[in-house]
């Protein structure tokens, strides 16, 4: 079974492929990595700053563990935005959700 990143690579072109990589080097050797992604998170949304660092938090995810009792604890991370009405909170979910590989929004 091929991992998302592989599917990703088959479907990109060559040229393309090439350009995200660059584009990947280009954030990585940046001087705020995570400002950066935070910042493309819904960019249509004005400020939120720490929600978006949170958001994308979130979409790194958390790693799944194997205790050696052999009980496993999940990495999935789950998210609640609360705050007074009209200031974006289901359209920054709703955009998560969009471009997470398993994001569910409910």
Known sequence: ??????SL???LGEEDAARLD?????????ADPMG?????????????EDI???LLLQLTG???????DGMSIRGDI????????????SQLLK????IAPRGVYT
């Open 62 to 68: 958390g790693v799944c563990r194997k205790m050696q």
């Open 95 to 98: 955009h998560v959700a969009s």
């Open 1 to 6: 079974k091929k991992s998302l990143e592989e």
């Open 52 to 54: 978006k660092r949170a």
């Open 78 to 89: 789950n998210i609640c935005l609360m705050g007074d009405p009209g200031v974006a909170k």
């Open 36 to 48: 950066i992604l935070s910042r493309s998170i819904a960019p249509e949304i004005f400020g939120h």
């Open 22 to 30: 660059a584009d990947i080097r280009r954030v990585s050797n940046s």
């Open 9 to 11: 690579l088959d479907s």
